[in-house]
């Protein structure tokens, strides 16, 4: 009897797409990344499937992932997506998903995958936005970028109406599917296709993406998580950094001309 119960309730854990979201990947591929996250979900019935949504890569991403990866696992899919910034990367992985809850988990791998499980465990509790944080324990990271990082926050909070989140970017994040489709479809800055010149983080998704959030009243849940710098090319501070800054700037705008919708919500 105890072991019947058990399977059911094994039989009645929320499903979940692991979208990763990658842009000239070779390097970080080359040392084993997809490997870990292949192996860590292959065996857990929670992982429906790994979305690997390629922001349109122009090294030998798209052909190692084809050759190495697909064959060998099978919950691994291939997006390939016109290069657009990581930000419409995620959007598209949250399009396709089929599991009832979207996790996205950066790449490099700086938060280890094993770290899910702290999200995974507060989705038990009603949030249906569940967010990563280093706060300003970032391990391995330039003083000059938490510097930058203190400020940032300071400003976005203040600005947007974030009090009391300590770190809206890490790329380690858990929504309820719907709740994302929901909050994507009202999102203003990252309405329209973007042209991207080299790689973009483009921050600013982050940030809308909680402000609306917020706005609707979804509940939200930051946890803290193991976090590693990792020098990566595809990031440039100072080129995000302005970029944040322009779209916190527009989602003020547009906030204070009532533009955005947060008429009745899906919650």
């Known amino acids: 009897m105890l072991l019947f119960t058990n399977l059911c309730m094994q039989n009645n854990k929320a499903t979940i797409t692991l979208i990763v979201p990658c842009y000239n990947e070779e390097a970080n591929i080359q040392k084993g990344v997809l490997d870990r996250i292949g192996n860590y979900t292959k065996a857990d019935n929670q992982f429906v499937e790994v979305l690997i949504v390629d922001d349109g890569s122009n090294d030998s991403t798209i052909e190692i992932i084809e050759k190495r990866y697909l064959n060998q696992f099978s919950k691994f899919k291939l997006v390939k997506n016109e290069h657009q910034g990581k930000a419409f990367a995620i959007m598209k992985g949250i399009e396709l998903a089929k599991g009832e809850f979207s996790i996205f988990a950066d790449i490099d791998l700086a938060t280890p995958i094993e770290e899910v499980d702290k999200l995974i465990e507060q989705k038990e509790h009603g949030y249906k936005v569940v967010i990563g944080s280093r706060k300003l324990n970032r391990q391995g990271?330039?003083?000059?970028?938490?510097?930058?990082?203190?400020?940032?926050?300071?400003?976005?909070?203040?600005?947007?109406?974030?009090?009391?989140?300590?770190?809206?970017?890490?790329?380690?994040k858990l929504f309820e599917t719907n709740t994302a489709r929901d909050v994507i479809s009202r999102s203003l800055v990252f309405k329209k296709m973007r042209n991207a010149d080299g790689a973009s983080v483009t921050a600013g998704f982050d940030m809308e993406f909680l402000f609306i959030s917020n706005k609707l009243g979804y509940k939200i849940k930051e946890v803290p998580v193991t976090w590693r710098h990792m020098e990566s090319r595809n990031v440039s501070f100072i080129k995000d950094a302005k970029e944040a800054l322009k779209d916190i700037l527009t989602i003020k705008y547009n906030d204070l001309t009532n533009k955005y919708d947060f008429s009745s919500s899906k919650k």
Do not use: H, V
């Not at 330039?142 to 790329?171: E, M």
């Open 141 to 172: 990271a330039p003083f000059t970028r938490k510097l930058l990082s203190l400020g940032a926050i300071l400003f976005r909070n203040n600005f947007i109406g974030l009090k009391g989140i300590q770190d809206t970017q890490c790329g380690f």
